[in-house]
């Protein structure tokens, strides 16, 4: 399937193509990636390029910064549609720690198959913030009739890359508990860890884990929070980095 380039539009300007973004002189560039039929289902990717210096957010932007946010269009002609969020990197500056990408990252995209098999076309819109010292609203637009797609395309291995970091489901978190005495969580581990990103209710921001006995405990102490109790027993999703891969868990807290 032919690779499809979004029409962008920021802060009132719209792009349209690779002259169009040449002539604007854009930090960011936006593309619809495969769309390979696997069987039951087709992989997508939405690749995001950014100039140096430029950054863009995971599905938790961190203390500071703004989410990306696919819209679908024509779901309902499939089983489900699921973007996958590759481990992000930390950045801190002035404005605080955010979670995010520099330079480029393809967000995997995993559409299902509906049974029996529906006609229909799949259109995303997607919203970002591209960032530098000040973030700017990105919006780009895009369509595929994937009963159109052939079973490899020349962008699989390219995908295949950034799938290779998306987190697996497994079980890595061994305890959770509150820590004594300060708005903190107390992890221990089955093996060790070199990081582990956080993600509770709406507000509260865990911060970079505090790591301890060769990556196999962390304190991580959480921002935002007015009374730690109301976390005792809350699911959170851990996601642990480790020298394999990094692993999806959720856990309540003890």
Known sequence: MKRRTLIAGAAGLVLSGAAARAQNASPWRVDLLGGANHGRYWLLGVRIGLDDGWKTYWRV??????????????????SSVEVLYPVPSRFRDASGESLGYKREVVFPVRVMAAEPPREGTLGLELRLAACREVCIPVTAAASLDLLEATADSPDDDIIGGWLARVPLPGTIVSGAALAAGKPA??????????????????????????LAEGGLAATIAVDNVKDIETLRRAPLRFTVVTATGAIDQTVKVG
């Not at 992890?187 to 970079?208: H, R």
């Open 185 to 210: 969580l107390a992890v221990t581990l089955a093996e060790p860890a070199s990081d582990i990103f956080v993600e509770g209710a709406e507000g509260l921001y865990f911060n970079a884990p505090l």
């Open 61 to 78: 932007p961190g203390d500071s910064g703004i989410p990306p946010e696919f819209r679908w269009t024509g779901a309902e002609a499939f």
